[in-house]
């Protein structure tokens, strides 16, 4: 809770140390708006020395340029961020925040701006500072933020040493974001090249990249000679749900609510290894190999397969593109959303697969762990910014540490 007296506000959580109230201010007693000069349409090309930023590539790639020459002569007669200096969109994303870093670049006039203030505000306190406050718009139809109503906007603030601490604390936490979200980046990269460069493409029999020891093409197939149809009932077991993003998993871990209707009575078994693909969704990868035993909705098609399978790598080579091509091919339906793969079309379908089981175990377990590494760190970062907002700025630890303590738990 936070205790009001008057215009002050006391945090609920603190750093230690720190007892005074807060004050509560508007943006405006601690300076003005400021804004680049205003750049015209023919001033600018598609190439050129200097990237010009728009509200629709604020924070992205830009598609318009300005010289360098006219860069340099803005820059020194109006006004033009240092680095560091947070610039805030006005309009389209609006309160949308970006740390200018200091690099050569120029910026929509009335559409970014940033506020030029004194020595109180602390800029590394600003950047969670804006995040809370609710912005005064304006306009009918298009929305947009005045310089007045950023003026406008009331804040609370403490002193300039719990303003620098409490900046830095929520900058290492930005960094911890930044290196989980890199990290899960680029393993998403590292999968999709490698699904591409382990499975055989254009009807070769070899991939482009195989483990040690193994040197034999791969064998043709065809998926009825290697799964057979199980249609065995029961109601009694967990349910399990397929989706194309998240593949097989407990329906009761999902945000959505179950409703399997009034009885489950006619739901199929799966068994742990069982190949489960749903048969309207199945052109756009809802397949997967369960690593669980439950039971899925009749509309789902299990899959069982024979002594020569290792499930977990078809798990990755039923999802492959050219696979998802053939599907919808064979599809019954007059259009996508009716589109019904059933068993008999999808055993006709022709693939190419290791003779090896060993083979098969090294290909399938490598993409489990690489899962396994996204998932982690996909957890930390989405996790960590979670908690962040949990935070907020007025719960900050009793102790220095004590915020650390509590965001560690987190990455756990």
């Known amino acids: 809770m936070v205790e009001q007296h008057g215009k002050t506000l006391v945090p609920q959580i603190r750093f230690a140390?720190?007892?005074?109230?807060?004050?509560?201010?508007?943006?405006?007693?601690?300076?003005?708006?400021?804004?680049?000069?205003?750049?015209?349409?023919?001033?600018?090309?598609?190439?050129?020395?200097?990237?010009?930023?728009?509200?629709?590539?604020?924070?992205?790639?830009?598609?318009?340029?300005?010289?360098?020459?006219?860069?340099?002569?803005?820059?020194?007669?109006?006004?033009?961020?240092?680095?560091?200096t947070l610039l805030i969109s006005a309009a389209g994303s609006i309160g949308r925040v970006v740390e200018y870093q200091g690099e050569k670049a120029y910026f929509q006039d009335s559409n970014i701006v940033w506020l030029e203030h004194d020595h109180r505000l602390n800029d590394a306190f600003l950047k969670p500072l804006y995040s809370r406050i609710e912005w005064g718009l304006e306009g009918s139809t298009i929305k947009r933020l005045y310089n007045k109503d950023l003026l406008s906007a009331e804040v609370t603030v403490p002193g300039s040493r719990e303003q620098k601490g409490?900046?830095?604390?929520?900058?290492?936490?930005?960094?911890?974001?930044?290196?989980?979200?890199?990290?899960?980046?680029?393993?998403?990269?590292?999968?999709?090249?490698?699904?591409?460069?382990?499975?055989?493409?254009?009807?070769?029999?070899?991939?482009?990249?195989?483990f040690a020891g193994f040197t034999d093409p791969w064998e043709q197939r065809k998926l009825g000679e290697?799964?057979?149809?199980?249609?065995?009932?029961?109601?009694?077991?967990?349910?399990?749900?397929?989706?194309?993003?998240?593949?097989?998993?407990?329906?009761?871990?999902?945000?959505?609510?179950?409703?399997?209707?009034?009885?489950?009575?006619?739901?199929?078994?799966?068994?742990?290894?069982?190949?489960?693909?749903?048969?309207?969704?199945?052109?756009?990868?809802?397949?997967d190999a369960s690593r669980y035993d439950g039971i899925v909705s009749p509309a789902y098609v299990v899959a069982r397969p024979n002594s020569e399978v290792y499930a977990r790598f078809f798990a990755r080579l039923l999802r492959q593109p050219m696979l998802l091509k053939q599907y919808q091919q064979v599809s019954q339906g007059n259009s996508k959303d009716?589109?019904?793969?059933?068993?008999?079309?999808?055993?006709?379908?022709?693939?190419?697969?290791?003779?090896?089981?060993?083979e098969q175990c090294q290909i399938g377990a490598f993409f489990d762990r690489l899962d396994s590494l996204i998932t982690l760190h996909q957890r930390k970062y989405c996790g960590v910014a979670s908690w962040m907002l949990g935070v907020a700025l007025v719960r900050l630890g009793s102790e220095s540490d004590g915020a650390f303590g509590e965001m560690k738990h987190v990455l756990r």
């Open 338 to 358: 009716t589109q019904v793969l059933k068993f008999d079309d999808f055993a006709s379908i022709g693939i190419s697969m290791p003779a090896s089981e060993n």
């Open 17 to 84: 140390g720190f007892t005074d109230p807060w004050e509560q201010r508007k943006l405006g007693e601690f300076g003005s708006v400021a804004m680049c000069k205003r750049i015209y349409k023919e001033q600018t090309s598609e190439q050129g020395d200097v990237p010009f930023f728009k509200i629709g590539t604020f924070g992205a790639n830009p598609d318009a340029f300005i010289s360098n020459e006219l860069f340099e002569d803005f820059k020194c007669i109006y006004p033009y961020p240092t680095p560091g």
């Open 226 to 287: 290697l799964f057979e149809e199980s249609d065995e009932r029961a109601s009694d077991r967990e349910i399990l749900s397929v989706s194309v993003a998240n593949g097989i998993y407990p329906a009761s871990e999902s945000d959505r609510e179950t409703n399997p209707g009034a009885s489950l009575a006619n739901y199929k078994i799966v068994h742990f290894g069982d190949v489960v693909y749903n048969s309207m969704r199945m052109w756009q990868g809802a397949v």
């Open 166 to 210: 409490i900046g830095q604390f929520f900058a290492k936490l930005d960094n911890l974001i930044t290196l989980h979200q890199r990290k899960y980046d680029k393993l998403c990269v590292l999968k999709k090249s490698m699904l591409d460069k382990m499975f055989p493409k254009g009807g070769s029999l070899y991939p482009e990249i195989r």
